[in-house]
């Protein structure tokens, strides 16, 4: 019996270690990766401005989007293309940073817009009509670009 007490009292001894280290878990900051470019122009075709665009077009790009990023510059953006046109719905679960969020139908026009939205809500932004694409930029751009409904994008690919 006495060597019973004494195994277990050893081995809550070794499990009860006060000097165990705290783990430290690193996260990688996610790079922009330049796959296209983007130009926004008047519903004239009078250019606005032009662009880097990363591009999300299938399920699991879609679905991360610009989250976990804690930057995105100034003529950096991220678009989203869909295989058909519907109304889209975003929120910014995991998004850091506060964007615009450009709803463009299929003849690649402007249809609505959620304007410097805020950082981690999960609240969803509808567009008001069917979209094909989605275009995130820094919030307030749009704004300072003085984009409207109709204005228009075309976009290549690297």
């Known amino acids: ?93 995991n998004t850091l940073i506060s964007l615009d969020i450009i709803y463009i139908d299929a003849n690649k026009k402007i249809v609505s817009f959620a304007e410097q939205t805020k950082p981690m809500d999960e609240t969803t932004l509808p567009s008001e009509l069917p979209a094909q694409y989605v275009l995130e930029i820094n919030g307030g751009l749009s704004e300072d670009w003085v984009l409207e409904l109709g204005d228009q994008i075309s976009w290549e690919r690297l």
Not at 14 to 31: D, F, P, S, W, Y
């Open 1 to 93: 019996m006495k060597k019973g007490l004494l195994f277990l009292l050893i081995g809550l001894c070794l499990g009860c270690n006060t000097h165990q280290k705290e783990k430290i878990v690193r996260t990688t900051e996610i790079a922009f990766t330049k796959e296209g470019t983007l130009t926004l122009s008047k519903a004239d075709g009078t250019p606005i401005k032009t662009i880097d665009i990363e591009i999300a077009d299938d399920d699991y790009e879609r679905e991360t989007g610009l989250m976990h990023r804690s930057v995105l510059g100034d003529h950096q953006g991220m678009l989203f293309i869909f295989d058909d046109e519907d109304y889209r719905g975003f929120y910014m679960k």
